[in-house]
């Protein structure tokens, strides 16, 4: 299975990161060897010295598909989750600087959080009006709406879809809201969606 992610797709997260509004979606990738294995903690990597949380609504694709028209997209999920894109931040400037590939700063073990919870469709009146957020240690660092998506969850699968087959089980980690910001070591995160706890993870 494979993880599609896409960044830059909040106008507020685009803004503090002083990031140009992109023209398409912006699309990467994440290893399958990146998930953080259930019940673990994050691990600092030593490579890193300003790892980000980024907590990101996911979609689970549920059937085979590609050039997925955007009005047929929503048959091919039935189920959302929430999730963290860790990012080394550090090592992603570098790179970006440089014009070379993300994936050490964003594909690294661990860097991909996916909610052992997954809410059915069904429980939400529209898919483009989920609210989410993240806490750290009790406090909200970071809260937002799919409603605030540059581009929605069927465009996105209609878009990656024109250039990734996409296949049962795969993951699209929709882009993160403002307020990213540095972990540190016994940093507990929880995750949710409206007031059902999606994820809780601690940072060593
Ligand atoms: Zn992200």
Known sequence: MKLICIGRNY?????????????????????????????????????????????????????????????????????????????????????????????????????????????PVSDFESVDDISFRLESNGEVVQQGSTREMLWKIDALISYVSQYFTLKIGDVIFTGTPAGVARVQENDKLKGFIGDTEMFSINVK
Do not use: C, M
């Open 11 to 119: 106008a507020k997260h685009i803004e503090e990161l002083d990031n140009e509004r992109p023209e398409h979606p912006v699309v990467f990738l994440k290893p399958d060897s990146s998930i953080l294995l259930s019940k673990h903690p994050f691990v600092i990597p030593p490579f890193s010295n300003d790892v980000h949380h980024e907590v990101e609504v996911l979609v689970k694709i549920k059937k085979i598909g590609k050039h997925i028209d955007e009005k047929f997209a929503a048959t091919y999920y039935d189920e959302i989750g929430l999730g963290i894109d860790f990012t080394a931040r550090d090592l992603q400037a570098q790179l970006k600087e440089k014009g070379l590939p993300w994936e050490k700063a964003k594909g690294f073990d661990g860097a991909a959080v996916i909610g052992a919870k997954w809410l």
